[in-house]
């Protein structure tokens, strides 16, 4: 595998900035769940460094639980639009007030089922944090409640977002520069 330097086109949002936006997103959850039953649901994979450091900034008494949902394959840069649960919950989320946390949001398909079967579930509410929001790419309607930057429509990787499931442990978000990435064969 490359280098990630030899892939990164621009560094989009550096850590410093990333760490802040989580900070602010954790005073405001705090504030809006003061009293309630919350729990932190987070997509794996690449939401994990997102949830941790949300967690970490969210000073009323929260659970966490995870569910790997695929859509995309190896070295796939589209959804294939179909979801398909691969780990589910632990835990029962019926009244409880849910966060679902994630990377990105954008196409929507995969996240928008998501949705459709934890509302299933009868949650007390049920509502999105998401780290970055590709709203030009959006085909399905996904209400964000929680955003941390909404960014335009390029390939980015870093901060749990993975490229061909590498470089999820950079502490920024970087643009893959497509004239130089390979995907596997």
């Known amino acids: 595998m490359q280098n990630y330097q030899d892939l990164l086109s ?3 949002i550096d850590a410093d900035k990333l760490q802040a936006r989580v900070a602010e997103l954790g005073q405001q959850i705090s504030a809006d769940y003061a009293g309630a039953d919350l729990l932190l649901i987070c997509i794996l994979r690449g939401g994990v460094p997102f949830m941790v450091d949300l967690s970490r900034n969210i000073t009323v008494p929260h659970m966490m639980d995870f569910m790997a949902v695929s859509s995309y394959g190896a070295g796939k840069r589209e959804s294939s639009g179909t979801a ?19 990377d990105i ?3 929507g398909h995969t996240f928008a089922s998501v949705l459709n079967l934890l509302g299933t579930r009868q949650p007390r509410s049920l509502k999105v944090c998401a780290l970055l929001d590709k709203p030009s790419r959006r085909e399905a309607y996904i209400p964000i409640h929680y955003c941390g930057f909404e960014i335009a429509n390029k390939f980015v990787f870093g901060y749990g977002l993975d490229l061909d499931e590498y470089y999820r442990n950079l502490r920024f978000v970087g643009v893959v520069d497509l004239d130089k990435y390979k995907p596997p064969a």
Not at 84 to 102: A, H, N, S
């Open 105 to 107: 949001i954008d196409s």
């Open 10 to 12: 621009e560094i989009l």
């Open 84 to 102: 398909r649960v691969t780990l589910d919950l632990q835990m029962d989320i019926r009244g409880k007030d849910v966060l679902l946390v994630e």
